[in-house]
């Protein structure tokens, strides 16, 4: 799996996660994600490129989402393909953190203009 | 040498101690790892002598490769195996380097290389018998089949090299109830081990508070209520649960973060998925969790299983999901006691090469 780390304006992050998210990758993830949800007020995890998601992936998506809400952040999943969707929603994921399909929506959702 | 004799295989700690050593590491069936130094000489592996590293193992020919020293690390070569050598999952026609970290395998028995310091070496060592402890501790907790009553159940369970957290337990509530679950904690290793037990000594000793555990939707609020996930160190589990009402044939379940469970019954015995839409175990704080129920057919089955079962990579690099696993249930031919070995065989053959990625995890339940 690879990652990337956008930094966007007023203390926003977008993250591309890109390939399969299993446990071994998952410890990439760990550290910066953790680092991103205490340093940032909004944070958009781009989800379309990402083709696998295990359960400890889930485990950091939602350590992330506690440590940035408890704070009054946001943080929003953006366009996830049909299986992670399905993932998701089986999870519970969803409850936690909102799920959109464009740019726009998920900018909104953080609190930038769209 | 045998594997057997391996851990008699050890460097002299005053002049080796700072020196990286070349090191296979052999991952057996039960998932325990065995560590190998390698020297300077090219050494054969094989199912016999004259095979320097003897693995009594059928996928394996009398002498199935050679592994030799190539600069820095090692190389290892097919000796023309039956079953070939995989190095990162790719069948290797020529002699073919290994990093360190890299997995190869001869048939479906896997090796490990690794550089290391001797005293790396031994912590790693330490580390890995401390989980296959862990693992042999959550399974001594686990229930025995049952062949007879008012439910039977058998089950297959295969941990993986790590430990994942899977466990599961099954059995009589009061005289007119069953109940049962399954669940996965998120993660691997001794932490979700030690979660996956805590949660079976609960559940078996009956000491969850205010929690009927005849209703499923009050044992999974409970544990919701117990184990908030409110750092990274304390895991998600999903969960799926069930009690039985013998005399009604009524089962009432709760699924929590997890995949359905499916139900094989007369007349048309198409697999049918039991879920309800709750969210992980941990995930949310006082959140209340819905049940659904059905009334039972006699000779229905009741398939459980983890997501080791069908969250599992293909020879061909193909990762499976959910709908490719429920058509291998459609095939079973009906009750038995051997159908979870049965859907393991099923897994197994597609798998890539190699220990699978996860605990798998397949409990089977008939009600006759």
């Not at chain 1, 953006?78 to 089986?90: G, K």
């Not at chain 2, 995989?86 to 380097?97: L, Q």
């Not at chain 2, 069953?178 to 949660?199: P, Q, R």
Request: hydrophobic share 45%; glycine share 8%; net charge negative.
């Amino acid at each position: 799996m690879q990652y990337k780390i956008v930094d966007g304006p007023a203390e926003t992050a977008i993250v591309v996660l890109d390939g399969k998210l299993d446990y071994s990758a998952a410890g990439q993830i760990e550290m910066p994600m953790s680092v991103l949800a205490g340093s940032k007020k909004g944070l958009i995890i781009d989800l379309s490129a990402l083709t696998f998601l295990a359960s400890i992936g889930i485990r950091h998506l939602v350590t992330a989402a506690k440590a940035i809400q408890r704070k009054g952040g946001r943080i929003v999943l953006l366009r996830p393909t049909a299986s992670i969707a399905e993932v998701l929603a089986t999870s519970g994921v969803t409850e936690l953190i909102p799920v959109v399909q464009s740019d726009i929506e998920a900018r909104t959702a953080i609190g930038l203009a769209g | 040498m045998t594997t057997q004799s391996t851990r008699a295989i050890r460097l002299d700690r005053t002049t080796e101690a700072v020196e990286a050593r070349h090191f296979l590491i052999l991952t057996e069936p039960s998932g325990a790892r065995r560590w190998l130094v390698v020297g300077q000489a090219a050494l054969t592996i094989g199912r016999s002598e004259p095979a320097d590293i003897v693995v009594a193992d059928d996928v394996i020919s009398r002498v199935h490769c050679r592994i030799e020293p190539h600069g820095d690390s090692l190389q290892v070569t097919d000796l023309g195996s039956t079953n070939g050598t995989f190095v990162d999952g790719r069948r290797i026609a020529e002699s073919t380097p290994l990093k360190s970290g890299t997995q190869f395998h001869l048939g479906d028995r896997a090796f490990g290389y690794e550089r290391r310091l001797r005293g790396e070496q031994e912590d790693a060592e330490t580390l890995e018998r401390d989980l296959e402890s862990a693992s042999r501790y959550v399974q001594m907790l686990l229930p025995q089949p049952v062949g007879d009553g008012p439910v039977r159940a058998a089950w297959h369970f295969v941990p993986c090299a790590r430990v994942g957290g899977d466990a599961f337990g099954y059995g009589p509530i009061d005289a007119g109830t069953w109940g049962g679950f399954i669940l996965d904690v998120t993660g691997h290793g001794a932490a979700a081990a030690l979660h996956a037990v805590s949660i079976l000594n609960l559940i078996g000793r009956k000491a969850l508070p205010g929690a009927d555990p005849r209703n499923p939707a009050a044992v999974v609020a409970a544990l919701n209520d117990m184990f908030p996930a409110d750092s990274a160190e304390l895991p998600l589990f999903s969960m799926w649960a069930f009690s039985y009402d013998i005399a009604a044939r009524r089962l009432r379940y709760c699924s929590a973060g997890h995949h359905p469970a499916i139900l094989v019954a007369p007349p048309d015995r198409q697999p049918k998925p039991l879920n309800t839409a709750n969210p992980l175990v941990g995930m949310i704080a006082g959140r209340a969790f819905a049940a659904d129920e059905i009334v039972l057919p006699p000779a229905a089955t009741l398939y459980l299983f983890s997501d080791g079962v069908f969250e599992i990579e293909t020879a061909d690099n193909r990762q499976l999901a959910l709908q490719d696993f429920i058509p291998m249930i459609a095939k079973g031919a009906g009750p038995s006691r051997s159908e979870p070995q049965r859907l393991y065989r099923e897994v197994r053959a597609l798998a890539r090469q190699g220990p699978l990625a996860d605990d798998l995890c397949i409990v089977t339940l008939e009600f006759p």
